[in-house]
């Protein structure tokens, strides 16, 4: 693998690539599901005291909307950056972004002490944080896949398990903060699973400062021809494969932020439970979902992306109302069996094989912008307001459950019918400089 100055770096082992990859992706979901937690549970108190609970819940929902309406923004920017520059920059500079703003959300003052600045801070934070989180998905799946020498499902799935055990780690430290008196966690325990994202910023800084580039953006790079402006290319040689993309990602975006978010706040405002059953439910959740994420990628190397993620969009779709049914019941028990059916099941077989499916619609000069906007587009239209419609749509229907599951099949039946009409790549090679389109084309000809 050549390098700028003409030397051999040595290929790093694909153990190195995916803790470099993988620590950064639990930052990244660690940050957003904490804030979201938080979210659901105490920060409307504590930065929107004037407001009614349900307001109140409201407002905190809207910030947490707000990382995602700006994760477009800061993808679209660092996408475009990793296809001319490289992967390894961008995937630096995403990591500092968010993990200093989530840092220092933990040392923002709240309502009681700075008045409206604090909410203004909160939202500046949640910006910046957003900004980062816009390319650090995209980079870590497009670093891992074009180092990976094959199987680049199950890779794919382990960057995915990166997310449940963000869940993991952030719900575990929010149920074991849950049991401290209120006025202590109002004080200074919410802070915490803000503070100590610190830990994993350093680790995963480390290693990415030693990990070289990707082989397949060198190949691009040596040849001068890296896209000038990749962000134009996706929309002239990608337009199917984008839109097909986006539909992909709906319910990861939508119906599953209903399990992770949204009923942590339901399970407390209408079914009237401690918080702690909810965040049990979702820590076991996190931890079978380690597990079923990178089966369902391998999977998906055996039999093809297609057949793995159709049937996780359909599942999803079916047992949406049946997981309300569990938690209407009020049983801890039942609760918890819903949350792990439907979270590391149904939305895993989606989530271990999207890394995969996305990169290999893509061709490497424009593989980091297309995943980007088709991940990002997603989650700032359907993942970041998710929470507030849930929340709305329990309000207006005077608390009932029924409304929410409708959504959550909308999010599932869309990425049914998106994967439905895409090609299979499983079994194709990574496309370097042309566009799949135009390999195809030529294919035909010949």
């Not at 055990?165 to 802070?191: I, K, M, N, Q, Y």
């Not at 994993?200 to 990415?208: C, D, N, P, Q, T």
């Not at 094989?353 to 000069?365: D, G, K, V």
């Not at 239209?381 to 459950?401: E, K, M, N, Q, R």
């Amino acid at each position: 693998m050549g390098t700028s100055n003409g030397s051999v770096a040595a290929k790093p082992s694909m153990a190195k690539v995916m803790w470099a990859t993988v620590l950064g992706n639990v930052l990244q979901w660690y940050d957003f599901i904490v804030y979201g937690q938080a979210a659901a549970l105490i920060l409307n108190r504590l930065f929107f005291p004037d407001f009614s609970p349900i307001a109140g819940t409201l407002a905190a929902f809207a910030t947490y909307a707000v990382g995602f309406l700006a994760r477009p923004i800061g993808g679209v920017v660092f996408g475009n950056l990793g296809d001319r520059k490289g992967r390894k920059p961008v995937l630096i500079i995403t990591l500092v972004l968010m993990g200093l703003s989530t840092f220092c959300i933990g040392l923002l003052p709240t309502y009681a002490a700075a008045g409206w600045l604090a909410p203004v801070l909160l939202v500046l934070l949640r910006l910046v944080q957003g900004l980062g989180a816009g390319a650090e998905y995209a980079g870590a799946v497009v670093f891992s896949v074009e180092h990976a020498p094959g199987r680049r499902g199950y890779y794919g799935g382990l960057i995915s398990a990166a997310n449940f055990l963000a869940l993991f780690l952030a719900t575990g430290v929010f149920t074991l903060f849950s049991w401290l008196p209120p006025e202590d966690l109002a004080s200074w325990g919410w802070r915490v699973p803000f503070l100590i994202s610190i830990v994993i910023v350093a680790a995963s800084l480390y290693i990415r400062l030693h990990i070289s580039e990707t082989p397949k953006f060198e190949e691009v790079r040596s040849t001068s021809s890296a896209a000038r402006m990749p962000l134009l290319g996706v929309f002239r040689h990608y337009r199917k494969e984008l839109l097909l993309a986006i539909g992909a990602g709906f319910f990861l975006e939508g119906g599953a932020y209903v399990f992770q978010v949204f009923v942590l706040s339901y399970v407390v405002t209408e079914l009237h439970l401690p918080r702690s059953v909810a965040l049990v439910g979702l820590l076991l959740a996190a931890v079978v979902g380690m597990f079923t994420m990178p089966f369902f990628g391998a999977l998906s190397d055996r039999i093809g992306r297609r057949k793995v993620y159709l049937g996780g969009a359909l599942f999803s779709a079916v047992f949406a109302f049946p997981f309300f049914w569990l938690v209407d019941t009020g049983n801890s028990v039942l609760i918890s069996v819903g949350m792990v059916i439907g979270l590391s099941f149904g939305a895993a077989a989606m989530f271990g094989t999207l890394p995969a499916f996305y990169s290999e619609m893509f061709s490497t000069r424009f593989r980091y912008s297309g995943v980007v906007l088709a991940r990002e587009l997603t989650g700032a239209f359907v993942g970041g307001p998710t929470p507030f419609i849930a929340a709305g749509l329990v309000a207006l229907t005077g608390g009932a459950s029924w409304p929410v599951a409708v959504f959550m099949v909308v999010t599932a039946v869309i990425p049914f019918f998106a994967v439905l009409f895409s090609r299979e790549t499983g079994h194709e090679e990574l496309a370097s400089g042309q566009p799949v389109r135009e390999i195809e084309k030529q294919r035909d000809e010949v």
